[in-house]
């Protein structure tokens, strides 16, 4: 790591580092967090949830929210995968059915923000 | 880059590093890398979690999983299960030993939920041997913040108004500590951190210096920055090695980004620091004997005034604080006097950090705020008594506290509070006792150790802690007399007036708070020759019941020096005068016709 020389370079060190350690921290405020479940049995992972689960991180992460995304096991409607389910606070969960990669980006722009 | 989706943080406390967290943690490595999942998972060691009775721990993030008494060849299944398919894997979970249900993460064990942790902020979240985790958690923000506003004594009003007082046992203001050290001049100055924590019991320090290095490391150069001190030392016992290698890894790295040094953050300010060995004598945690052993002389304490302030480590002006106390005060720069000051009792203020032991259920590291019961400790943080026996009493502040009976369970307590009960706060070793606890042997357990780490200067201390031990020994083996509690309160009223340091003089506070809250254990010891908790030795009796006694030989076969007699198929006979009560024969007795009176 280089040196730091001055009160900025701190600040900017910080708010460089600080991503790193978003996923520990959320972990202490989860309730208060859209939580994002993917559903990822054997079905789920054949059907591609791996890569959706990689895009929504990824998506989130392009567009700075607050979400938290876990992995679950088999959701039962095999046929379906992959399902993700959402939990909003305060809020029932809702869960959506094949949800492929390509249609991560409309799903978070409407359903995560 | 990297994209992590889970993040594994793996105690690695020194008690469950003594359990193999170090290979768990080479295990997760390991198989992931098999896998080809390095990329979606972090592994951290992390500092204790304070959890240490049911260690090793390993946290799983985002979803706040607390995974207890993992082993080695658990990793596998984590890995397959929680990693891989999202599902927790149950057998792990943490137990709530009330309802037997499956506790899945941290917020929702009693053992948390009442605990508040300032001090502990990072142990068990971030990797202590990684300055960049450190500064993402607001790391050197307040000595930056200290430093740009250039004036010291600002920064001591604040701490001052913020109410922190020492946590290394007497609760002196730290403020005032200070502000005494600051306008004393001198070509050389020394801020220096007490890390010798020698209580029987106590492990807090020892555990922020493990979980969190860094945050002594910054709040020293704020304290070198106001009491315009150069160099920091810290003292440290040698037998704390992970502590000091966790030391000496921040220490380099923040030499190396320019933390320490020279013109720390082009501010102008020099500060570094090194660190001194203590050989573990408990004298050496009180201030002037602590300076003389860093000199290299003696662990000897010597008479106040002069202070440290005036004339410390090499006569210089000095300035001593526990690692405690520094762990607060960086979060207290940050988020300013008025929140600290909102925690806590009125004339104490934050959080106490407790090193929870003895019979009680979740053993451990604790963080609570000033005027907690000693109730919510015990039954709700503490899982309550093991085995479901009876509360006796808690013992607070090590060799110099006392004992705190069933009446003082509700007291909140604070540093005033504990006083007025005949105890005291102490660095934080608490240590719960059951109803099988012979109270006699307790003091004298506190006595054996004082009378040990005397460094034998001072002739109260020396000589008549001796004596006081001699005394309850004799009371342990049934042969004190009235006349001999008598010359108990008396030698210790008089230690306690004219031992020379802080060792000697609460050194019979053990003897008088047991005195005072149990006397009729100790007239059932002299008197009745009874040790009611049924602990000592020599006043137990071993009795076969002719009854029960079917002459079987068992116990008569076993006995190692020959003290049961009978013959075959007719009951025996214990033989008083040659028991040495080793307890075999009752270990033996298939018929339980052996009893203890």
């Not at chain 1, 054997?42 to 990689?54: L, S």
């Not at chain 1, 959402?86 to 722009?109: I, R």
């Not at chain 2, 920064?155 to 306008?183: H, Y």
Request: net charge neutral.
């Amino acid at each position: 790591m280089d040196k730091i020389k001055s009160f900025a370079d701190l600040k900017k060190k910080r708010e460089e580092l600080q991503s790193n350690l978003k996923l520990r921290e959320s972990g202490d405020n989860v309730e208060n967090m859209i939580q994002v479940k993917v559903a990822m049995g054997t079905c789920g992972i054949a059907a591609g949830a791996k890569a959706t689960m990689e895009a929504i991180i990824n998506e989130c992460q392009k567009q700075n929210l607050d979400v938290v995304v876990t992995q679950t096991g088999c959701m039962g409607k095999c046929n379906a995968e992959p399902m993700v389910e959402v939990k909003k606070p305060g809020q029932d969960s809702v869960v959506f059915e094949n949800l492929k990669a390509d249609k991560v980006a409309d799903f978070v722009a409407k359903n995560l923000k | 880059m990297a994209n992590y989706k889970y993040h594994i943080l793996i105690c690695g406390g020194t008690g469950c590093h003594a359990s193999q967290s170090a290979q768990i943690k080479e295990n997760f490595v390991q198989i992931l890398k098999e896998k080809n999942l390095e990329n979606d998972v972090q592994i951290v060691g992390t500092g204790c979690f304070g959890f240490c009775e049911k260690g090793p721990i390993v946290k799983v993030l985002p979803d706040n999983t607390f995974y207890v008494q993992v082993k080695p060849e658990d990793v596998e299944e984590i890995i397959n299960e929680h990693i891989v398919k999202g599902r927790k894997v149950e057998r792990l979970l943490y137990v709530d030993p009330k309802t037997q249900e499956h506790k899945e993460d941290s917020k929702h064990m009693g053992f948390y939920k009442k605990q508040m942790r300032i001090a502990l902020r990072n142990c068990g979240f971030i990797n202590p041997e990684n300055i960049e985790e450190y500064i993402a958690r607001d790391g050197y923000k307040a000595l930056a913040s200290v430093l740009e506003q250039n004036d010291p004594e600002a920064t001591i009003e604040l701490l001052k108004k913020s109410g922190l007082r020492g946590r290394g046992g007497a609760g002196f203001p730290t403020a005032v500590k200070w502000s005494l050290c600051r306008p004393n001049k001198a070509d050389q100055k020394y801020m220096i951190c007490n890390a010798d924590e020698g209580d029987p019991g106590a492990f807090m320090d020892r555990s922020i210096l493990e979980g969190d290095p860094h945050s002594i490391i910054e709040a020293m150069a704020i304290g070198g920055f106001c009491i315009e001190a150069t160099k920091g030392l810290i003292y440290i016992r040698a037998e704390y090695p992970l502590a000091i290698h966790r030391l000496q890894v921040a220490i380099s790295q923040a030499r190396e980004i320019g933390l320490l040094g020279k013109n720390i953050l082009g501010s102008g300010f020099d500060f570094d620091i090194e660190l001194r060995y203590g050989a573990g004598a408990f004298v050496c945690g009180e201030e002037t004997a602590l300076i003389h052993s860093m000199e290299g002389k003696r662990g000897e304490p010597t008479f106040k005034p002069p202070f440290p302030a005036v004339a410390g480590y090499m006569n210089k002006p000095s300035n001593v604080n526990n690692v405690e106390t520094l762990a607060n005060i960086p979060v207290i720069i940050n988020r300013g006097w008025e929140w600290f000051s909102s925690i806590g009792t009125e004339k104490s203020k934050g959080t106490k950090v407790f090193a929870l032991a003895g019979q009680i259920n979740n053993v451990g590291l604790i963080e609570v705020p000033m005027g907690i019961t000693l109730r919510e400790v015990i039954y709700e943080i503490g899982g309550g008594i093991k085995g479901g026996k009876k509360f006796k009493a808690v013992q607070t502040g090590g060799p110099s506290g006392g004992c705190l009976t069933e009446k003082f369970l509700d007291t909140p307590i604070d540093y005033e509070n504990l006083v007025a009960a005949g105890s005291m706060m102490g660095s934080g070793g608490m240590i719960v006792m059951d109803e099988t606890s012979c109270m006699v042997s307790v003091a004298k357990f506190y006595l054996d150790f004082t009378v040990e780490e005397s460094c034998g200067k001072c002739s109260p201390c020396r000589i008549g802690n001796k004596r006081l031990c001699e005394i309850l020994g004799k009371i342990t083996q049934g042969k004190g007399t009235m006349q001999d509690l008598e010359e108990l309160k008396n030698l210790a009223a008089v230690i306690k007036d004219t031992a020379l340091c802080g060792l000697g003089q609460t050194s019979p506070n053990p003897v008088l708070s047991t005195i005072d809250n149990f006397w009729d254990e100790y007239v059932a010891h002299v008197v009745d020759k009874k040790c009611p908790a049924g602990q000592c030795k020599a006043l137990k009796q071993y009795v076969i019941d002719p009854e029960k006694c079917k002459g079987c030989t068992a116990c008569a076969r076993n006995c190692p020096v020959n003290a049961i007699h009978g013959t075959v198929k007719n009951p025996h006979e214990i033989d008083q005068s040659a028991c040495i009560k080793c307890g075999t024969c009752y270990e033996k007795c298939k018929f339980n016709a052996i009893s203890i009176k």
